[in-house]
């Protein structure tokens, strides 16, 4: 579990990197189903692909981490899990949106969940094998 954890941890990282400069660079037209939403939106999804790079760049640091701590992943697991809820509000409050952003709010209700669930894997495996070790003298 503590590999499937790092591994996960790293694919998650690097998809968030690859997408944030992908808005980074493409703007709106970065977004399927957008269309041209003027340079306000634009500038708005410019900016915060940055941040989702840099987020991207948070999971690739827990992910590099001896053993992979528990407690930031379980914080950037609940960033995902909040991206999920504005969807879910913005469903509530627009109706839904284009087919690829509603696959997008299932990964982001369902990722989350499987992180909380190996979030402390690493650990614990580090810890079972210090206690095996230090019995064994």
């Known amino acids: 579990m503590a590999r499937a954890l790092r591994a996960l941890a790293q694919l998650t990282g690097w998809a968030c990197v690859v997408i944030g400069v992908f808005h980074v660079a493409l703007g709106n037209a970065a977004i399927p189903g957008a269309g041209s939403a003027g340079t306000t ?3 708005w999804g410019r900016f ?5 790079a840099g987020y991207g760049l948070a999971w690739l640091w827990a992910a590099r981490q001896r053993p ?3 407690r930031p992943v379980r914080w950037l697991a609940g960033v995902f899990l909040l991206g999920g809820a504005g969807r879910l509000l913005s469903l509530a409050v627009h ?3 284009q087919w690829f952003q509603t696959v997008l709010a299932v990964i982001e209700f369902g990722l989350p969940l499987v992180f909380f669930w190996l979030a402390g894997a690493d650990e614990r495996a580090e810890h079972a094998s210090t206690r095996t070790v230090s019995v064994g003298r």
């Open 95 to 97: 109706g839904w949106p």
């Open 68 to 70: 992979v701590p528990a």
């Open 41 to 43: 939106v634009d500038s």
């Open 48 to 52: 915060m692909g940055a941040g989702f």
